[in-house]
Structure formats: C-alpha cells, structure tokens
C-alpha cells in the first residue's frame, strides 16, 4: 500500500511524479509493442529472419526501457544534471569512435558493435546535449561570470560536427532545432534569433549542396512524379487504402513492400490496418505528452529545470512530428523514428534516458526559492 | 530574469506544436476523405460486370441476343506472395496466356488486374485449385449470339466490357437501355426483324455469292407502310461472337455505310418526279433514235432500241436517253429539289450508329440532271434508295426506316408526302409492267402469284477514274405485291462475273432480278403475303389505256 502518512521513497516518488505524463508514455510503449505485432512480421519475412524476430527483440528491449525510465525518474534535478554530464562523457567519445571504426550501414558511420549489440552512441549525446545545454544556458543566464551561452555553443558546435561528418543530416536538424529554441527560451533577443535562423536555413541549404543524398530527397519531395518515391507513395497509399477505421489489424498489404515498415514509417502501417482515426488518437498521445511538458516548463520558476523540461519536451515532440508528417507527405523523407512506436533497441533506451530525465524534472518539488536551505532542495545552477 | 517574457516564450513553443499537430492531424483527415484508386479500379471493373444487357429479340420474340454467365480471372499483384511462381503456375493451367505479358503486369504493385476474361468452368476449377494467394474470380455477363452470322451488322458488337460498339448493340447503350449496377434485368428489345425471313433472304445472297461470285452482296427487306426492316443482309459478315472479325474490311455494313451509284434503278425517281410535276404524262413519248451529245460526251443507251418510244417504254426499255429527256423537261432546279425532298441529298440516319453521307456534285449543271437521272453522278447508300422505293410504292409517303418494331400509326406521324397517290399508283403500274412485259428487264423476279414489281440497275463502277466496262455494280429494287406494296426489297450483287446461264452477261437483269425472284418465293409466305394469279397490271381506268396502246 502506498501510504501518504509514511514516507518512503516510493511513496514520495508516487505522490509527486506527474501521473498523466507516465500513463501517456506507458500507454505508448503499450502502443508500440502492438503495432510491432502488426507491421514488423512481413519486414522479418523478407529479411528471412523468424517472424517475431524484432516482435521479441522490441519486448526485450522494453523491460530495460521500463527499468531506466522509472528509475532515473526517481532523480532530483541535480542527479539528472550529473547522469546527462556522465552519459555525455561516455557516448561522445563513443561517437568520435564509430566515425573512425565503426562499420559502414547505408553509407554512414553512426554504430559501434558491443558484443552481439549494435549501439548508436547519437542516441544517448541527444537527450544528454539537450539536458547539458539547458544547463550551460540557465547558468549564463542567471551568472554573468560564466559563459554559459559561449559554453552552449561550443558543446553545440562539437556536436553537431561529429554528426555531419557521420552524417546524419536528420538528427543534426532535429538537435539543431531544440538547441536553437533553447536559445531562444532562455532569453535570447529576437535580432539574434533571425541570425540563428538565417544561419540554420543556410545550413540547410549547405547540405542540399554538398550532399547529394540530401538534395535528391528535396527533389523527390518537390516533384514526386519524376523521382521514384517509393517508401512515401506507399505510405501515402497505405493510409487510404486503410480509411477511417483501417483493413483491421494484420489486414494490411503495403506493410510487405514498405522496406522500413517496423521503423520509419510504422505509422503508415497504423493508418493502413488501423484506420485513420487510431491514427488521431496516436497523435493526440503524442501532443499531450508535448503540451503537458511545455505546461510544466511554463509553470517552472527554476531556469535549469524550465529548459531541460522544455528542451526534452521538444526533442520529443519534434522527433514525432517530423516522423509523422513524412508519413502523410508533409515533408521530405526523412531518417527519423516515432519515439515508443518504431522498432529500435538504441532507440527505445535513449527514449528510456530523456523520457526518465522528464519525468524526474516534472515531479512536484518543494519551490527552491521559499525553502531555501532545505536539505531536498537544489541551490540552482549549482554543480556538485 | 526575464520570467514574463520567457513565459510568453514557451506559449509561442506550445503554439507553435499545437499548429504542427494540427496541420498532420488535417492531412490525416484529408486521407481518409480521399478516394481509394486502387480499390477503385476494382470497383469499376465491378460496376462494368454488373452491366446488364437488355436481351434483343425479333419481332416474333426469337432472341437474337441475350446474356450468360460467365467467370473471369483477376489478380492482385500487391497482395501475391510471390509473382513469378504464380505467373508460372497459371501459365500451367492455361497456356494460351501470355506469360511475359503475366511476369510483367503481377510484378507491379497495382490492386487490380485482369488475368483472363470469360473462362471455362474446368478452368476456373483448375485455378481454384491452384490456390495462388491474390487471384480471384469475378463472375461476369457474357454478350452471346444464338444464331451466329445470321444477324451480324445489325446487332453490331459488344466489347469486353459488355459496351455496345457497333450496330444495335452500340445503339442500346446510346439510348440508356442498359441497367448499369445490376439490380434488374432491362426490358426486351424487340426488334423489326423476321429471323426466318433475315434467314430466307441470307441463305440466297449466299447461293448467289458462290453462282455469281461477286466481292459482295446484299439484301434488304422493307415494310413499305411502317419503314420497318425486316431483313437486312451485307455478305460477307462476320459472327458477332468473335467481335474480332467485324473489323476485317471486307466485312464492312455495305448497306448503310457504303455509299453506290444506283445505276438505273435511279430511273423510277426520275419518272415519279416527271409524272408528279404534271409536265410529263404516261403518254408521251420520247426520241431515242440518237446518242445524246454533251460535248465531249455521249449519252446512249445500253440496249439501243433507235426508236422513239412512251414513257412506260424507256422505264422497261431503261433508256438512258428517253430518262435524260424526261429529267430535263423537269429542269435542273426540279430535279435538285425533287431528290432532296425524297432524302437522297441528306445523311441518312437510323438507330444504328453506321450512316455514311452521300457524295453529291458540288456544281450541279443539266449534266449532272441527264447522268443522274439514270444513276449515275450521285452516290448514295442503298439503304436510302430503299426508303425512296418504298415513298414510291406505298402511296406517296416518305417513311424514315427503322430497326425497331413500329405501328402503322406511328409510322403515320413521321411520313412525309412526297409524291401524289396518282402517281404511286403510275409508279406501281410501271414497276409491275417491268416485270410483266416480255421486253421488260425484271421478269425474271417475276414470281407467279406474288406480282412482283421491279426495276434494275447496273453501274459501272470507277476504276481508276474511268468507268470500267467490266466491273458493275449490279442493283435491284422490287416491290411485292405491286397492285398493293407491303414490302419493298433491294438486293446488291458488286463486281458479279458472268456465266455460262447469263449467256456472259453481268447486267442486273441476269443475276440480281432472278436473286430477288428466289428472295421472294421464299419470303412471301413467311410473310403472309398472299398469292394471288388472276389480278392483270393495273392502272387507273382513265390512264390505263393510254399507257397499255403505247406498248409494243
């Protein structure tokens, strides 16, 4: 029995952890393990693996998912900064090393192999960055002795620039995107925000220029009649194949020519066997979680816990939005997973990293400011 | 700090994720309100087989056309497993499919294809066994033709979508009889046609073919009072159930589609024409005794009698001269209008969609008048000479003809008085006098009992720009029974050879008048026409002796 009168840690952590916040994400991993049965059998058939080949490993890889979340969860803000710093120091490097010794998978360099596991070390730098830089901005914001802001770039530059020479042109603009609204959260002054702007679209278009994988998905995006589209004609079709209440579950067709069927574009999947309306509902989890993070960051008063919440918030809520939107042919295709849904070990756990950090950073904690000195309590920006 | 400011900062991050939902929460909604090609293809070919077909049925109710059952073989190529392996497994069972074409058309991920149309029950079996995951059997109507090449350019053809494409098959689709979803079999089409006089009249054009053997022959039986066919015969034809074959050129609807110079036949408009006018009468008489001068050209006669003769004698003589003299005391301007009033100038329409227009002069001068007048300088389809005919046959009245069955009455409402009854009733006399008259040239279609009433026609046919001496185009109208026409009948021998009956003659008189003959002993009792061996050639009593003291 969870008790409010005795006080356990566990006590604590089930009273102050925001509850529709965990239900949604539960509710989602719920959500991927079902729609892995649906969508990745066919991809297993054509790899000639077994048929529950990644149906197995997706469950696998939940249990340590479900493990990490709750128990960074159990973090105070503080812990949460030191885990982000830990997990930085290790996968960064990692990353440096997969560009000179990692394998090379569909021309990049972006994993290591760790006995019979693949590992993407980006993964685990993105929650982390994001987290680190939250910091560096709070602390430049708050103390004109440090320079946080100068810091913040720096780290960005450093990361950004192993992920370009991988390359991976998705996660460089999606960790691009956060960084520069952290910047913006955190105060920056519009003159500056059009700079970093000008400065994002001409690195948009830099890449268009010198990758050539880069403007061939722009030109089949703009004109999908001449370029052979096929992954997002598919998925297209799929959703109206499927139509408001879909083919019903393993009824779908276009799940066994989609190549990334169980990962990119598993939504596509969704639309075809479970109709346009799952689809919404879908949807409507992944906004809430969104909302209800960028509502706590607007309700919090302490700078590092605003941005991180707001950062990993976005990171999220970003990250969905563009898988989903290159479904339905709103965007170019794109490298990107659907956090909780796509197949992925690496992912999942990075999941399991940032979303652990969000749910430690929204528990209610006593206001820093009213009781100061308060043994529990965070003397902000601090670093221990 | 800037808290306030920050606040607003993080609203306009909310904003900004709210707008991004909604916009693939919209597209989203966008997909499901669209249309799904691939199930629509399916659908359609659907739609297409529930198609039903009104049955076509003679005016006794045979059927000439009706539907069967049938299934037919689809795939879907998204949904196979593996495409080679079905390809290959149903190039087994039936190996007149295209395997390329099949490897081709199953490796493409579309919903709907067709493998094969209209298969067999043991087929279907066989395919049913095979058990290929994404094929399927649709269950479709079949257009079938009981009675094979019997009826042909009539019924025209359907598609394989069971579309009307030619003939009354085309023409039931044009005028909405088709019931497209299926939910009710459409009424009966009940056509003018007699299947065993179509039958009667078919069977002697074929005799004909092999006696005679022309590139072509036809046939047309007409009631004169409703406008209705009754039998209508282009040989050669084809079967419309191999659709296919229609499209051999030599199977072509000579009677509504080709257009002829009529050759003499042409001469009982002139003289109907003459007579009505009033500025020639049955007992006048005309010198024949020279060629005509035009120029450089030279009107003769083809048997040249080198006499002057009455009127009834150029139409049984088919003076050429005598004609072109009784045209031009009508005048050009007459002439002209006379024809167009009798529908020869004007694109002849019916229900089927075959009409062709008819090639007339563009400078209409006396010459055209004087080689009209005998046939030739105007080109017509047979099937408006016909209707002519019959204008002069059934008491004066133009009737549009018509495939479909139709009462006197509404005949009544769409006829058109072109001549006098006086002067049918000439046209009558002549007619049967043609054929009655020892010198006449169509009394070898003169069937005791059935006083048949007709008049022939050889052209020459244009070779080359000239006109040829020994390709003819060799026609006959007749009418039976003369004193009172209830049918008209026009039958068609192109480029006939002479033989050794015709004495080595290839005029109508040889081949095309004893055809009719044959057409009309047999078909006369089918249609009720009863014979009759006591009634004289009449006439009115105040024209008769006139007429009869002129003939010699």
Known sequence: MISRAERTPFSEWWWTIDKPLLFSLAALMVGGIVLSLAASPAVADRLNLDLFHFVNRQVMFLIPTVLLTLGISFLDPRKVRRLALGAYLIFFPLMIFALFFGPEIKGAHRWIQIGPLGVQPSEFVKPSFIVLAAWLFAEGTRRDDVPGHLLAMTLFGATIGVLILQPDFGQTMLIGVVWGCLFFLAGLRWIWMIGLGGLGVGGVFLAYEALPHVRARFGKFLNPETGENFQTERAFESFVSGGWFGKGPGEGTVKRILPDAHTDFIFAVTGEEFGIIFCLILLSLFAFVVLRGLWHALNEDEPFVRLAIAGLTMLFGLQSAINMAVNVQLMPAKGMTLPFISYGGSSLISLALGMGMLLALTRRRPRARLVEGFPGAVPAGQFS | MRSASNAGRVRLAMAGFIAVYLAIAGKLVLLGTKPDEQAKARIDAEAGLATRRPVIADRYGRQLATDIETSSIFA????????????????????????????????????????????????????????????????????????????????????????????????????????????????????????????????????????????????????????????????????????????????????????????????ALTLAMAL???????????????????????????????????VPEVFIHSSNIGTAKIALAVGVDGHKAFLKKMGQLDRLRTELPESAMPIVPRNWGELNTVTISFGHGLSVSPLQTLMATGALMNGGYLIPPTFLKRSKEEAMTLAKRVIKPETSDMMRYLMRLNATSPAGSAKKADIPGYRVGGKTGTAEKVVNGRYSDDKVMCAFTAVFPADAPRYALLVMLDEPKPTKETHGFRTSGWNAAPVTGRIVARIAPLLGVKPDFDIPPMLPPATQAAALGSIQ
Do not use: C
């Open chain 2, 276 to 310: 009505d006018s009033g500025k020639v009468k049955l007992s006048d008489r005309f010198d024949a005794r020279a060629p005509m001068r035009y120029g450089k050209f030279s009107i003769d006669d083809f048997h040249p009698t080198r006499r002057i003769l009455s």
């Open chain 2, 76 to 267: 879907e190529p998204r949904k196979m497993i593996d495409a080679d392996e079905a390809a290959e497994a149903l190039g087994r069972v039936m190996p007149d499919l295209n395997l390329d074409e099949l490897h081709k058309k199953f490796s493409t991920d579309l919903g709907f294809v067709w493998v094969k149309r209209e298969i067999s029950p043991r087929e279907q079996a066989e395919v049913h066994r095979l058990g290929i995951p994404g094929v399927g059997f649709l269950s479709e109507q079949r257009r079938v033709y009981p009675n094979g090449p019997i009826v042909s350019h009539e019924l025209g053809a359907v598609n394989v979508d069971n579309q009307g494409i030619s003939g009354l098959e085309a023409y039931i689709d044009k005028s909405n009889r088709v019931v497209k979803d299926g939910s009710s079999q459409p009424p009966e089409l009940n056509v003018a046609l007699d299947l065993m006089v179509q039958h009667a009249v078919r069977d002697e054009l074929e005799v004909a073919m092999k006696e005679f053997d022309p590139i072509a022959a036809s046939g047309v039986v007409m009631d004169v009072e409703t406008g209705e066919i009754v039998a209508y015969v282009s040989l050669p034809d084809f079967d419309p159930n191999k659709p296919a074959d229609a499209l051999k050129p030599e199977a072509i609807n000579r009677v509504s589609v080709g257009v002829f110079e009529m050759g003499s036949t042409f001469k």
